[in-house]
């Protein structure tokens, strides 16, 4: 699902949804290994996207095996754990 297509522009003033990845599969598990492959495949060039942030997310074990809660991320989370998802 998209808003963009190649050789669009995207105004300063874009509404920073201009994708979504959406994932399915037989169980929780499945989807996850295709989220993984999707976020690790997909392409963004010339802005800044959450492409990194989300392969962190989906490898994290609350996020995988449950519960998270919604104070985990300001908790754990800290930019230093994007390096080894860098493009």
């Known amino acids: 699902d998209h808003g963009y297509e190649t050789g669009d522009s995207v105004s300063v003033h874009f509404d920073n949804l201009i994708a979504k990845l959406i994932v399915f599969g037989a169980d929780r598990p499945a989807a996850l290994a295709r989220a993984r492959t999707a976020l690790a495949e997909t392409e ?3 802005i800044e ?39």
């Open 49 to 87: 996207t959450t492409l990194q942030f989300d392969a962190w997310l989906v490898e994290e074990s609350p996020f995988v095996d449950g519960p998270l809660d919604i104070g985990y991320i300001e908790r754990e989370f800290d930019g230093a754990s994007l390096e080894r998802f860098a493009a």
């Open 44 to 46: 963004v060039r010339g």
